[in-house]
């Protein structure tokens, strides 16, 4: 992407820390694909009234685009039981959520504090319910 500066505010993103994506992988599946060893070892994480066991994945999006969130309760609405979390670097985020909060305010009634990662494979955090 090119240098910030040459970019509108609106879509500069501004936050820190950790970013969540919710995913469409029912858990039942991922415990198909993901060897037990790797669940045993997995940390126990209490969110909410829900838990999680975290473990390292590498994350293989199926577009250059991908929609994340700054608040962990979107994506457990969107989630299946899965939720993706990373630090993600600013140079690979577009949109500042205040911006597009106003948006899909009116749109959609709601707020989603919604940010959009421009990139490929990375590694994270992959939050599964049990």
């Known amino acids: 992407m090119k240098a910030k500066k040459d970019y509108p505010k609106e879509l500069i993103f501004k936050g820190s820390g950790p970013l969540w994506r919710g995913l469409k992988y029912p858990a039942e ?6 060897p ?10 209490k969110i909410g009234y829900n838990q ?6 590498n994350y293989k ?33 577009l ?10 305010k009116v749109i959609l009634g709601d707020v989603e504090d919604e940010v959009l990662r421009v ?6 955090k992959m939050l599964i319910s049990p």
């Open 29 to 34: 599946d991922i415990y198909m694909n993901v």
């Open 52 to 57: 999680y066991v975290e473990i390292d994945y």
């Open 95 to 104: 949109f500042n959520t205040k911006f597009i909060n106003q948006i899909t």
């Open 36 to 45: 037990i060893k790797v669940l045993k070892n997995g940390k126990v994480r």
């Open 61 to 93: 999006p199926r577009s250059k685009v991908q929609s994340w969130t700054t608040d962990i309760h979107t994506a457990q609405l969107f989630a299946e039981g899965t939720i993706l979390e990373a630090k993600i670097p600013k140079s690979q985020l």
């Open 119 to 124: 990139g490929g494979p990375m590694k994270c």
